[in-house]
């Protein structure tokens, strides 16, 4: 009895095909046209759903596809097909012209007969083309390339040109290096044997196909060609224009991915770290966790990913959870199911899916968190939104640390190769040997032994090769990560982040180091944001405020900043107060401090309490965990009744009003009443009961921190040295900075010119400090009104053509004039000429910029170098606050009139009520002031 065979299933047949290396045989290449090239043609009829064939080429990552994209031809590019795979970016570069049949396969958007599938065989992606009907034999296999403005697309069926005799196997087996040979002025297509091949001939060319033959066919045709010609320039133009703008957005797309997943990779370190941080969403019914955001944000693109005509075309991939669809060629494809994943799948290494696992579940249960809110939902008197037990996702992941035997070799570390991922200790000597096929070891090699570029190379590699180790790591929760420096000890993965240029681990409190001077950093990213704040781009929920999110993505990259991200309500704090002002740094500043302090009133809920988010925090049955939370975090002690840092307690009780404002609006917005009338429920017991629980004992507590310091005022005698030695600096460092421009000599000039205003106008350091430039070069520089000066005395005048007065903008939005000397203008404008030898960012808005950063040289900091440096008596008492200080009090002891001292209150920047009640000495060194005055002017017998 004969044995059956089995059939196999189109999936089955796929992967014996991908590993064979071999094609289907009943296939034959023709050439089609000059214009459309060859197609791939079936001789045999194709059943719906078979395999077809696979589109051959090399796996190459994202960045390798940047790179390459810039190299190749336009023709080359063609090849280039790009598809989402474990969360992050590939393509298949079928570039080379190897034989194989699926990279020959043309587009057809209207009525494709096969899809393009990816299959995941032996941890690696290929991609496939599945027959999605019945094929007869001798049709064109085509798939849609996806929904770009391909040229071809829009050309009118008229257009396309000519089609060749039928039948002549000569022409119609052509090689491909024949046609592409062909004069490229004529336009010259094979008939296929069908209709929708050759792009279908205008009905007049087809009557004169049949009525007149070939002859007149001919004739018609050249005049058609002239149109045509005109037709396709126009086109090419249209194309080369979508390229180039297509190009930009890829680019942009490649950065941004390469960051998810970095940055994601350094959220599953997270992961393993404290489990109070390791927050997966945001909690909020209506709005997404940062796995959802990535997903939603990439499905969003992605919309062809499970939009199939026919569900049932393709293979059975039950077996297979990684098999997703491809069929397009510049949309991405995405899991739906990806946000469970992320955590398990965001490897750049060949990790393959895991669909479900207790990770799932726990990262489901508290996705559906809010809803349970909603709708009241609550146990034992405390609502939570959510329930669920923290999850620990992995064992604590550590990195690789040098051995702690003096006697082992140093050398002994192993590294990743990025091809094989095998742990290798002489990494350059095995891609050698085994890779130097890869373009990227080619180039590397085809520079001299100890040249810096072969070097640059290698290393690049390496470090890719170890981030895909990493990232497989971090997906399976086991291993060791490796490090581009090894630690001397043990240390945990979640202290290490991934650089987003090199893909290099660095130990975190480091990578800002290594960022600044990161090779493969570009220009254009210079970093700007200084030591710690690193910025880093993740993809955004469409409810989060776009430049909010930047402020989240531009702090510490900490646990704190992971609960910012992730908490809906503490972004829309950051937003409301965003809206509120004109931004700028310093505001952008401000919002940040906000915002993480709220995060660090809620991990600390979550570490002593049993609440979770910040919607919880303003339930008013939570109130009283609110309090042990507020106080954990400013370190209440409960037997002096005091704080550690009782303006933080302060400063919280604010935002968590401002916080239950946000709640209720949302909760209004979303139909949520139960939530609206709660916040507001908290909003009155925090009128009523904050004040008692928190703010009285954290007042009493800086009171009580003021009630014994003593209140000293600067010495005449210490000003005006300090005055003539900053006046000598001064010139000392314009002679350094004209003579050779650099970082330090600008920082010294920057550095005491600044104090010299603040010295001079008695402001305060920190509107000095944020003076802009654009507010320094718009002066007014105009004379005074004549009938004015006839007011002014004779020295007046002579004042007042002296000084340039800057307005600046002072506490509470109140202008705040600055006068300057012609000395400090000097020096001003030689700081303004030499902004760009010195390296200061032109983004730098402000006139006492740092070098190489955003921000600015902080008047506290120079005062406190200059008062030690003047040798002054009492250094310490030379600050901005004890200067105003000063002159208020002297103010008094001189009696000024009324008017005189409103227009110094004005002056100095405050109302006259703050001027009497906060800058006047303290009332026993006034009246001693005003007795000894007294007391003076009776022994000269003036009284
Ligand atoms: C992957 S290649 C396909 C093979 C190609 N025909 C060849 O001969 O090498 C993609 C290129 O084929 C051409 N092409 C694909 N589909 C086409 C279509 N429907 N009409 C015209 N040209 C097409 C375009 O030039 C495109 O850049």
Same mark, same amino acid.
């Given at each position: 009895m004969s044995k059956r065979r089995t059939r196999l299933s189109p999936q089955a047949e796929a992967i014996q095909f991908i590993l064979s290396?071999?094609?289907?045989?009943?296939f034959k290449v023709k050439c089609?046209?000059?214009?459309?090239g060859r197609g791939v043609f079936t001789c045999t009829p194709i059943e719906k759903g078979s395999f077809v064939a696979e589109y051959r080429g090399e796996l190459i990552s994202r960045y390798e596809l940047d790179k390459r994209q810039k190299k190749y031809t336009e023709k080359q590019n063609a090849f280039l097909f790009d598809f989402e795979w474990n969360n992050s970016a590939w393509c298949i570069?079928?570039?080379?012209?190897?034989?194989?049949?699926g990279r020959l396969v043309n587009d057809c958007h209207?009525?494709?007969?096969c899809k393009m599938r990816r299959l995941t065989v032996q941890g690696k992606p290929h991609l496939c083309l599945f027959a999605i009907e019945n094929i007869e034999a001798e049709t064109e296999i085509t798939y849609d390339y996806g929904d770009?403005?391909?040229?071809?697309?829009?050309?009118?069926?008229?257009?396309m040109i000519q089609t060749q005799h039928s039948g002549d196997p000569e022409v119609s087996e052509r090689p491909s290096s024949s046609f592409q040979q062909a @004069? =490229?002025?004529?336009?010259q297509t094979q008939h296929? +044997?069908?209709?929708e091949v050759s792009e279908r001939p205008s009905s007049s060319f087809q009557q004169a196909n049949h009525s007149t033959g070939i002859a007149c066919f001919k004739h018609v045709l050249t005049a058609e060609q002239l149109r045509v010609k005109q037709r396709l320039q126009n086109l090419k133009r249209h194309h080369d224009c979508c390229e180039d703008r297509y190009e930009k957005a890829e680019k942009e797309r490649i950065a941004r991915e390469r960051q998810v997943t970095l940055s994601l990779v350094t959220r599953i370190n997270d992961s393993v770290g404290? @489990? =109070?941080?390791?927050?997966?969403?945001?909690?909020? +019914?209506?709005s997404t966790s940062p796995n959802d955001q990535i997903s939603n944000d990439m499905t969003d693109e992605s919309?062809?990913?499970?939009?199939?005509?026919?569900?049932?075309?393709?293979?059975?991939?039950s077996g297979n959870s990684s098999d997703t669809s491809s069929n397009s060629r510049d949309l991405k494809i995405i899991d739906n199911h990806l946000p469970h994943k992320v955590f398990k799948e965001?490897?750049?290494?060949?990790a393959t899916a895991h669909s479900s696992d207790s990770t799932n579940s726990s990262l489901e249960q508290r996705s559906f968190s809010s809803s349970k809110m909603s709708s009241g939902h609550c146990s034992s008197g405390i609502i939570c939104s959510d329930s669920s037990s923290e999850k620990t996702l992995h064992s604590s992941i550590n990195v690789t640390s040098l051995?702690?035997?003096?006697?082992?070799?140093?050398?002994?570390k192993k590294q990743y190769c990025l091809y094989c991922s095998k742990a290798i200790s002489k990494l350059a000597r095995h891609l050698e040997s085994?890779?130097?096929?890869?373009p990227d070891v080619a180039k590397a090699l085809?520079?001299?032994?100890?040249?810096r570029e072969r070097k640059d190379l290698l290393r690049s590699l390496k470090k890719r090769g170890n981030f895909n180790h990493n990232a497989t790591v971090a997906s399976s929760g086991d291993g060791e990560m490796v490090a581009c420096r090894r630690p001397t000890r043990v240390r945990q993965s979640n202290d290490f982040s991934h650089c987003?240029?090199?893909?290099g681990l660095y130990a975190r409190d480091c990578l800002w180091r290594h960022v600044r001077n990161?090779?493969?950093?570009?220009v254009e990213v210079e970093?700007?944001?200084?030591?710690?704040r690193i910025h880093i781009d993740l993809p955004k929920a469409e409810t989060v405020h776009e430049a909010v999110w930047k402020i989240a993505c531009e702090m510490n990259q900490d646990d704190i900043s992971l609960v910012v991200r992730s908490e809906s309500d503490i972004l829309s704090l950051g937003e409301s107060m965003y809206n509120g002002r004109k931004p700028n740094e310093k505001r952008n500043d401000y919002i940040r401090q906000k915002m993480r302090e709220m995060a660090r009133l809620l991990i600390a809920a979550r570490a002593t309490t049993p609440l979770k988010t910040t919607e919880d925090l303003v339930m008013p049955s939570n109130f009283p965990h609110v309090i042990q939370a507020v106080r954990s975090v400013a370190g209440y002690d409960l037997d002096t009744?005091?704080?550690?840092t009782p303006s933080l307690a302060l400063k919280l009780g604010h935002s968590l009003a401002k916080v239950a404002g946000i709640v209720q609006c949302n909760a209004i917005i979303a139909n949520r009443n139960v939530i609206a009338e709660s916040a507001k429920q908290f909003a009155t017991l925090y009128e009523k009961r904050w004040a008692e629980s928190i703010s009285s004992a954290a007042l009493g507590t800086l009171h009580q921190a003021k009630w014994n310091k003593p209140h000293v005022l600067p010495f005449t005698q210490d000003v005006h040295l300090l005055h003539k030695f900053l006046a000598t600096e001064r010139a000392k460092c314009m002679k350094d900075l004209e003579e050779d421009p650099n970082i330090k000599s600008f920082g010294n000039l920057a550095q005491v010119t600044l104090t010299q205003v603040v010295l001079f106008n008695r402001r305060r350091q920190g509107e000095v400090s944020k003076i802009e430039l654009q507010a320094f070069t718009s002066r007014n520089r105009t004379e005074l009104n004549p009938d004015i000066m006839t007011g002014l005395t004779e020295f007046e005048r002579k004042v007042a053509k002296y000084f340039d007065r800057v307005e600046i903008r002072g506490k509470r939005s109140r202008m705040v004039p600055v006068l300057l000397t012609p000395d400090m203008i000097a020096a001003m404008d030689l700081l303004i000429k030499n902004r760009n030898e010195c390296q200061?960012?032109?983004?730098?808005?402000?006139?006492?910029a740092r070098p190489c950063v955003l921000s600015h040289y902080r008047g506290s900091d120079c005062f406190r170098k200059y008062s030690k440096q003047c040798g002054a008596?009492?250094?310490?008492?030379?600050?901005s606050t004890r200067l105003r200080k000063q002159v208020a009090t002297l103010s008094t002891v001189l009696n000024l009139k009324e008017n005189e001292m409103d227009q110094l209150a004005t002056f100095l920047g405050h109302d006259i009520r703050v001027h009497r009640e906060?800058?006047?000495?303290p009332e026993s060194t006034l009246q001693l002031a005003k007795v000894s005055k007294l007391d003076s002017n009776g022994k000269r017998k003036t009284v």
């Open positions: 290396g071999r094609e289907k045989p009943c089609i046209s000059d214009f459309k570069d079928a570039s080379r012209e190897d034989g194989s049949l209207k009525s494709p007969n770009s403005q391909w040229p071809w697309r829009n050309l009118a069926p008229s257009g @004069p =490229s002025g004529m336009i296929s +044997g069908d209709p404290p @489990p =109070s941080v390791d927050d997966g969403g945001f909690h909020d +019914g209506n919309s062809d990913a499970t939009d199939y005509d026919d569900a049932n075309y393709v293979p059975d991939s965001i490897s750049l290494g060949m051995p702690n035997t003096a006697k082992r070799s140093k050398y002994n085994a890779h130097s096929t890869q085809s520079f001299n032994k100890r040249s987003k240029f090199c893909q990161c090779p493969q950093k570009s970093t700007r944001v200084g030591r710690k009744n005091s704080y550690k200061v960012h032109t983004e730098n808005v402000y006139l006492f008596k009492n250094p310490e008492s030379l600050t906060f800058y006047r000495l």
